[in-house]
């Protein structure tokens, strides 16, 4: 067990649909990170908050939006839900200066 | 922005071989460069790490090697076991400070080990 809470763990919806995925960083811990992980793309870096504030960005698409709040959880918001966005959503955490990072289970996004 | 390139994307080895999986950078400011290994269905799990200023770092069975001028790291398996099985992932990152994180991930390796 990372620390690091992600729900759901499963989540099938429709194309165009908006879906919110949570996460919970390991306690401590002050950055959150999102990845996106499908077959062809591998582990793709989503976007990063450290203490509320966003910090880094990735290749995340207009379509998805995230935040993370006052008691440190995130969520990671994704609407006009297309086929493509079917995808492994990994959440993770990390101690400043450290490097490592602790990952949740994912959070599994089907998209019918 | 960087871009990591990971080979082989499969391996298949017996039971107490050695395995090894290499990885090129493309961004010389990148400094961080840590493997990540995720058994089927699990979540990825740092195995380990090395920073630039370093050429190799051991942990038992695990090594990894780290050529800066040619911008390529290499993971080190010796004596596997079925155990070993998984994907292994290795990542690069400019880190400084808070942005650890911000990894470029190689596509991965799937490693079998049999028995």
């Known amino acids: 067990d990372s620390g690091v809470t992600q729900t759901p763990k499963h989540l099938i919806t429709a194309t165009g649909q908006r879906v919110t995925l949570r996460c919970s960083p390991r306690?401590?811990?002050?950055?959150v990170y999102w990845y996106q992980q499908s077959l062809d793309q591998g582990l793709q870096f989503l976007i990063q908050?450290?203490?509320?504030?966003?910090?880094a960005k990735g290749n995340i698409l207009e379509r998805f939006s995230a935040q993370q709040f006052p008691d440190l959880h995130s969520e990671l918001n994704l609407s006009s839900l297309e086929l493509g966005d079917s995808a492994l959503y990994f959440c993770?955490?990390?101690?400043?200066?450290?490097?490592?990072?602790?990952f949740g289970e994912g959070s599994r996004l089907t998209v019918l | 922005g960087e871009n990591v390139e990971q080979h082989p994307s499969t391996l298949s080895v017996q039971e107490g071989d050695s395995a090894v999986i290499k990885c090129t950078y493309s961004?010389?400011?990148?400094?961080?460069f840590p493997w990540y290994k995720q058994e089927l269905g699990k979540r990825p799990q740092l195995i380990i790490d090395?920073?630039?200023?370093?050429g190799e770092k051991k942990d038992q069975r695990i090594a990894v090697t780290l050529n800066k001028t040619a911008k390529h790291f290499s993971l080190h398996i010796t004596e596997t076991q079925p155990e070993d099985s998984a994907v292994y992932f290795c990542?690069?990152?400019?880190?400084?400070?808070?942005?650890?994180?911000?990894?470029?991930f190689g596509q991965g390796t799937i490693l079998t080990v049999h028995p």
């Open positions: 090395i920073r630039s200023n370093v």
């Open positions: 961004d010389s400011a990148s400094n961080y």
């Open positions: 306690s401590g811990d002050l950055s």
């Open positions: 908050y450290y203490n509320g504030e966003e910090r």
């Open positions: 990542a690069a990152t400019r880190a400084g400070g808070t942005s650890y994180g911000k990894l470029t």
């Open positions: 993770a955490s990390s101690v400043q200066n450290t490097g490592e990072l602790f």
